[in-house]
């Protein structure tokens, strides 16, 4: 887990960046996926705050307190991002798997069921891959398959990442 604190307008001491880190520690210990967390120190006409960023796979979480003092700032804002933590490491928890199943009962592996949302008949004609790619920007598609004009072969021709076109040719092995 990367840290970085950040001191706005106060001086950052030894103590009080030790007490930040024993506090992201402990946090860490709730979820071991936390990749990156940020602690914002400050002081405004002596209210001190604390806001408190972490970032855990996919999932940015932040939290902020304001005290009249910088260690119970740190500590409530802390706490605020422990319920965080928990509340997301909840949903991830299945709560109904209170029996055990033995793997061998089964014999075919399920996968996700797969579902079309969109079946459409598309005419076949003879082209050349020009004239595919040609017809694949004038409908606004990612990918065409057509025929191709000279080996009456299905092939595809798609548009990449870098604007740059592919061509899916089918060989047999």
Known sequence: MRIHIVARKIKMTKPVKDFIEAKLEKLHEYLENIVWAQVIVSVEKK???????????????KAAAATDEIYSA?????DKMEVQIKKYKERFTDHHATETVDAGEFTTLVGPEIRFSVVKDVPLKPMNKEEAVMEMEKLGFNFWLFQEKGTKQ?????RRLDSTYGLLQPVKR
Do not use: R
């Not at 001190?48 to 999932?59: L, P």
């Not at 740190?74 to 802390?78: E, G, N, R, S, V």
């Not at 299905?154 to 798609?158: G, R, Y």
């Open 154 to 158: 299905l092939q595809v021709v798609f």
């Open 74 to 78: 740190i500590d409530k804002a802390m």
């Open 47 to 61: 209210i001190h705050s604390a806001e408190v960023i972490v970032h855990a796979g996919h999932q940015t979480m």
